[in-house]
């Protein structure tokens, strides 16, 4: 018996003749009953800094954000991978966003405790450009966490995740997720907050569901 996560994974051993193949939902955790209480605090970049999942849009953006002489608070997990190393694209970016002395960004360089990473996401907006073909049908838990703490999701069109929050609007997905349309998006999701949150808890509650 084998069990996926996505179509295209269960796709490729139905293909090659297994006869026992079921797609099982990614588990989502429970969704949190007093995250949708709490008015919007900060954006957040969740998860290990890696070009396929947008960190140099992040980057961007908050380049942008100290340009401009905003004052949104930022926080980026500059973590890397499970292999402990970055690329060197993200080296330098990691080195660009430490020299934007950005006075509201709070970097988070080692990988934090459950307790710590879970809560970043109320109150938050959680940034996902990820790459469209890398992240076409690939599952992300930093959805399912963002969701399940009412947190409303920015993400790049045609990823999984966009099609987890679209039917619920549950944030915006971006056709093309450069630092302008990321910004715009941000402002867009800040304005109607609320409405955004309990979005956002919806599809927690109907992703815990399935």
């Not at 099982?24 to 396929?52: C, N, V």
């Not at 360089?109 to 459950?114: E, F, I, Q």
């Amino acid at each position: 018996v084998i069990l996926g996560t996505t179509e295209s994974v269960v796709d490729v051993f139905r293909r090659c003749g297994f006869a026992h193949v079921l797609l099982l939902p990614y588990p989502a955790p429970q969704p949190a009953r007093t995250a949708s209480a709490m008015p919007f605090r900060q954006l957040l970049y969740a998860g290990a800094a890696r070009q396929d999942k947008g960190f140099k849009a992040v980057v961007d953006l908050v380049a942008l954000l100290a340009a401009r002489n905003e004052s949104i608070p930022v926080v980026v997990q500059t973590s890397a991978d499970h292999y402990g190393k970055f690329d060197a694209a993200t080296r330098e970016d990691i080195a660009r966003l430490e020299a934007l002395r950005y006075p509201p960004l709070t970097l988070i360089g080692d990988t934090p405790s459950p307790e710590a990473y879970a809560a970043n996401f109320p109150g938050g907006i959680c940034l996902q450009p990820y790459n469209r073909s890398e992240f076409r049908d690939r599952v992300s838990g930093a959805t399912l966490d963002a969701l399940g703490h009412a947190c409303p999701v920015i993400a790049t069109a045609g990823t999984w995740t966009a099609e987890v929050i679209e039917p619920f609007g549950a944030g915006i997905a971006l056709a093309e997720p450069d630092a302008e349309s990321l910004y715009t998006a941000v402002n867009a999701v800040r304005a109607g907050y609320a409405r955004y949150q309990a979005a956002a808890l919806s599809a927690g509650h109907a992703r815990n569901r399935d």
